[in-house]
């Protein structure tokens, strides 16, 4: 009976050093009949550019004994939801101020921001205007429901010299009640799935329409070539890599990282959307 309870004690306890980020398991993959752990790494991304880049460190990882499974979301809210829930190790998909913004929200106290890996820009694209010179008195502007990206948005039009906010906004947190002068009388709708911006732009469906570079890419457009009013690139929007603080220091999530920080993946980064996605150094 000893030996029994021996032997119970022994298969939990290798359960439990097995059971961390992702799935681990045993693998004979040197040829010599001697098995080598492999650890699955579950990652929740947007479809464009987040899981082709996890896509294009997949090979690397393989390498340090790791198999990068990718989870696409379409949607903006599912993705955390899912992080929280430890369906997925981490995911890929959101920049800082969305990140900080749904933390302080949904009460995920257990996220991390691991780090930023690239940046997209944005830009107010038009089929009515090629210069904002052009843009006509009592214009409307169509933006996303996502509050964190609008004053993205705000901050581009007050570069141009369209809005200005009250004195000592932060213009990373703000609104649109945030806006003092508006000489042009702009009419701002804010109530768009950023999904669907791409489709709102193609109906024509307003004087400008500010889009996300993965959304705009989807339909052919490039910031700096199409759109009329084009975000800087000292720009604070970051897309991060974001995990829990349960598997934050994990080997496989640091070596995803890694990857993802990695010259080669930049490169390709930088190669494949030709600026309009950019790479994050550090």
Not at 148 to 172: A, F, H
Not at 231 to 242: R, T, V
Request: glycine residues 6%; negative net charge; hydrophobic residues 35%.
């Amino acid at each position: 009976m000893k030996k029994k309870l021996i032997g119970i004690l022994a298969v939990s306890a290798l359960a439990l050093t097995l059971a961390g980020c992702g799935n681990s398991d045993k693998a004979a993959t040197d040829g010599s009949g001697k098995k080598e752990e492999t650890t699955t790494l579950k990652v929740g991304a947007s479809p464009t550019p987040h899981a082709e880049i996890l896509e294009f460190v997949k090979p690397q990882l393989e390498k340090e004994g790791i198999t990068l499974e990718i989870e696409t979301f379409n949607d903006y809210v599912l993705p955390n939801k899912a992080l929280e829930e430890k369906e997925i190790d981490a995911n890929y998909f959101q920049h800082i101020p969305f990140f900080d913004l749904t933390v302080k929200e949904s009460g995920y106290d257990d996220f991390v921001n691991k780090g930023a890996i690239h940046i997209e820009l944005m830009a107010l694209y038009s089929q009515r205007i090629k210069d904002i010179k052009d843009l006509k008195d009592g214009a409307t502007i169509i933006t996303s429901n996502s509050e964190s990206d609008w004053g993205r948005i705000i901050t581009m039009l007050q570069d141009e010299g369209l809005v200005k906010v009250k004195e000592g906004t932060d213009l990373t947190t703000a609104t649109f009640d945030d806006i003092v002068e508006n000489p042009k009388k702009l009419k701002f709708n804010h109530d768009v799935n950023p999904e669907l911006l791409a489709a709102t732009y193609e109906n024509d469906e307003a004087d400008l329409v500010a889009i996300n570079a993965n959304f705009a890419g989807g339909i052919d457009l490039s910031p700096e070539k199409d759109g009329v009013i084009v975000e800087k690139d000292n720009s604070p929007y970051g897309n991060i890599l974001a995990v829990r603080t349960d598997n934050e220091d994990d080997p496989a999530i640091e070596a995803l990282f890694k990857a993802l920080r990695s010259k080669e993946t930049q490169e390709w980064i930088t190669e494949k959307w030709d600026g309009k996605i950019k790479p994050v150094s550090e």
